[in-house]
């Protein structure tokens, strides 16, 4: 069992800039992909970026690329989402999700732990 803590979300400016966190407890973080998914209201459940197990290899959002940022410290059992140049259509509730295995997936089946979700709101 993987539980999954997101934190970091808020309410900021279009242009501006956050910082999600999310921090693992339980089983062996780095054997887990992990990746960022966001869901609007009235909207199906996206992944925004993913990353393998390793770290070394990472999947965008065509419409994130250039602006947002995955990383992950398996040290410190926590993966990160830099986004900058925020704009107001990436509002939503982001999520963590870690996936048993090497690779990293864009299909939200094939994540098997959630963490609880934090909003992200950005303004114009």
């Known amino acids: 069992q993987v539980r999954l803590v997101e934190s970091g979300g808020g309410l900021v400016q279009a242009g501006g800039s956050l910082r999600l966190s999310c921090a693992a407890s339980?089983?062996?973080?780095?054997?887990?992909?992990m990746a960022w998914f966001r869901q609007a209201p009235g909207k199906e459940r996206d992944a925004v970026a993913a990353i393998s197990s390793s770290g070394s290899s990472i999947y965008w959002k065509d419409s994130v690329k250039g602006r947002f940022t995955i990383s992950r410290d398996n040290a410190k059992n926590t993966v990160y989402l830099q986004m900058n140049s925020l704009k107001p259509e990436d509002t939503a509730v982001y999520y963590c999700?870690?996936?048993?295995?090497?690779?990293?997936?864009?299909?939200?089946?094939?994540?098997?732990?959630w963490g609880q979700g934090t909003q992200v709101t950005v303004s114009s």
């Open positions: 999700a870690a996936r048993d295995g090497s690779y990293y997936s864009s299909t939200k089946s094939s994540y098997d732990y």
């Open positions: 339980g089983r062996t973080f780095s054997r887990y992909a």
